[in-house]
């Protein structure tokens, strides 16, 4: 079936618009199985769906727990909903393993964000630079409304700047204005203050004769993702003693320092650091999805910070010094524990209530934690064992769950594997001799 331009498609209701995708053949079919996964609670699948367009139904991903994570003395058993195996594995073994060597501890944290009105001017910038304290009372004005609230909860803006960009681009200037924004993510927050004062910054400027005289014009006004001053330094440190066990057939030493050259190599090479980097998301981005967070902010911010010195490198940093090995994480992140959805989902309400209803510097602490946790986790079996031997045993699971094997086929193929090549192919190739 070839396929047409669609005229009118949010307005169709969600049957209307699937039978618009398929082929009439399989309509019931494709029709079933969007079904199956909407939710029998009405309400809160009208929760679900109010949360995006076009919704014909929900995609689900699998939520866990990762226990016994220790971080500045306070102990979380941590919700992660991802896709991928052993990565809730990977961050309970080293929760584990961390547990009883000091856990996860804050080197430090800080949560200023910022955001940007964009505009051009082609007069002098001493005439800018002479209006500009009162420029900067008109606008903290004009927001008076928002910020109020947000200023009951200690945020609010913290600083408006001027920044002359003109060799970048002709007649750029920048108000950069920065935000505190409490226990909330507040994007919203943050662009309805920036649009909000754009148009105040807009009638300032066409309000005075010796300014109307130049071209003046806001370009845009919008928070940046990049969040270098919300930002989080985690730990982990311990003898190399401690480490004596890590690893069949390696001491501490030997661990730590091939370790400390696996983290090097990804401060060198940007293939390495791109892989090395994904594995600390992979901790990250879990639990940011579970407690309702954006992670695409979190994503863009963390990439943009592991390129600031000019080239992309590993967010993490290893230290042997004398008989200790510490473990470094530094990570940008922008999350809530209140507003946007964290309060909507009803799985994101529960991680949040799981977690003890964390302070948002609380969650980006067990965010970190996870994050290190997982990047810890696994460079320790890249230098040891290697992951496909992990990996492939939950793989084989789940084949084995595709195939609906038995829980005595489960042990049997557990055992014929143990020493043999995992793949769909083989796995198949097993259980049909087994079920002969
Ligand atoms: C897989 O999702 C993540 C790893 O590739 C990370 C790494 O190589 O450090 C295992």
């Known amino acids: 079936m070839g396929l047409e331009y669609i005229n009118g498609f949010s307005k169709l209701n969600a049957a209307q618009k699937v039978e618009l995708l398929t082929d009439a053949t399989d309509l019931d079919q494709v029709q ?15 929760i679900f769906e109010s949360f995006s367009e076009n919704t014909i139904s929900n995609f689900h991903l699998p939520y866990g727990i990762a226990p016994n994570f220790l971080v500045d003395g306070s102990l979380y058993h941590v919700p992660m909903a991802v896709e991928e195996s052993s990565v809730v594995a990977a961050a309970a073994k080293s929760a584990k393993f961390w547990y009883d060597k000091g856990g996860f501890q804050t080197v430090f944290l800080k949560k200023i964000k910022t955001g940007q009105i964009h505009f051009t001017f082609d007069g002098p910038k001493e005439l800018l630079l002479s209006y500009l304290e009162t420029i900067k009372h008109d606008l903290y004005q004009s927001v008076k409304d928002l910020t109020k609230r947000m200023e009951a909860r200690n945020g609010g803006i913290r600083e408006i700047k001027l920044i002359d960009k003109r060799k970048d681009l002709q007649n750029y200037y920048q108000l950069m204005v920065t935000f505190d924004t409490a226990d909330s993510m507040g994007a919203n927050f943050i662009n309805s203050c920036l649009e ?32 270098p001053e919300s930002i989080i330094r985690m730990k982990v440190e311990t ?6 066990d890590i690893a069949h057939e390696t001491d501490g030493v030997t661990f730590a320092q091939k370790f400390h050259k696996a983290v090097e190599i990804a401060r060198q090479d940007v293939f390495r650091a791109t892989t090395h980097n994904k594995g600390i998301m992979n901790g990250a981005d879990a639990v940011v999805i579970a ?10 911010a963390a990439h943009a910070y592991a390129a600031r010195n000019g080239s992309y490198a590993s967010l993490s940093e290893c230290f042997l010094d004398g008989n200790t090995f510490r473990y470094e994480l530094e990570l940008p992140l ?66 084995l769950l595709k195939y609906n094997a038995t829980q005595e086929e489960h042990k049997k193929a557990k055992a014929y594997f143990a020493d043999r090549k995992v793949s769909y192919a083989n796995v198949k190739a097993f259980l049909d001799e087994q079920r002969k």
Do not use: C
């Open 32 to 46: 079933k199985l969007l079904n199956d996964f909407k939710l029998d609670n009405q309400e809160t699948q009208k």
């Open 196 to 227: 909000t004062m754009g148009q105040r910054l807009q009638e300032f400027m066409l309000s005075k004769p010796d300014l109307q005289k130049y071209s003046f014009e806001i370009i845009m006004a919008i928070l940046s993702n990049y969040t």
């Open 334 to 399: 922008s999350i809530g524990t209140v507003g946007g959805l964290t309060s909507l989902h009803p799985l994101a309400a529960l991680s949040i209530k799981l977690l003890g209803d964390p302070a948002a510097d609380e969650l980006m602490k067990v965010i970190a934690a996870s994050a290190l946790a997982n990047n810890f986790g696994a460079l320790r079996s890249l230098v040891t064992e290697g992951i496909q031997k992990g990996h492939m045993k939950l793989h084989l699971d789940n084949i």
């Open 291 to 300: 407690t309702g967070n954006d992670f695409r902010a979190v994503e863009a």
């Open 239 to 244: 003898t190399l003693d401690e480490l004596d």
